[in-house]
Structures are given as structure tokens and as C-alpha cells.
């Protein structure tokens, strides 16, 4: 299951909306700390099966389902 790191910001809503489309079943992380220990100073991000995708890349990914 994908999971979206995100907090919120506008581009994080616009994954969050077509992901919902899209039917696509997430998870969440909001946790800034968790992000930071991570390496990501950016969001939003979309993690699936090991690939780290940004916004751009994510966006595309879920048009492509």
C-alpha cells in the first residue's frame, strides 16, 4: 500500500484528492520528525513498494492507474 508523506500543504491536498479519485488506498505519515530523520526536507511525497516519488513523479503515477 502506498504510503504519502504530507502535511497538509496545497500539493499534498491535490495527491490526497487523486489518490481518492483514484481509488487508491494510503497511508498517511504526518509526523515531520519522522520525515526529517528520513532525509525529506520537501513534501509531499509518495512511497510505493520502496520507490520514493515526488509530487511530480507521484502525480504521474497515479494518472497512470
Known amino acids: 500500500m502506498p504510503t504519502l508523506f504530507s502535511?497538509?500543504?496545497p500539493k499534498c491536498q491535490i495527491l490526497e484528492k487523486?489518490?481518492?479519485q483514484k481509488g487508491i488506498e494510503y497511508n498517511e505519515?504526518?509526523?515531520i520528525q519522522q520525515m526529517l530523520?528520513?532525509?525529506l526536507q520537501s513534501v509531499p511525497?509518495?512511497?510505493v513498494d520502496g520507490q520514493m516519488m515526488n509530487f511530480e513523479?507521484?502525480?504521474k503515477w497515479i494518472n497512470e492507474q
Open 29 to 31: 505519515v504526518n509526523d
Open 57 to 59: 513523479q507521484a502525480n
Open 45 to 47: 511525497w509518495l512511497e
Open 7 to 9: 502535511t497538509g500543504c
Open 18 to 20: 487523486k489518490l481518492a
Open 37 to 39: 530523520d528520513m532525509g
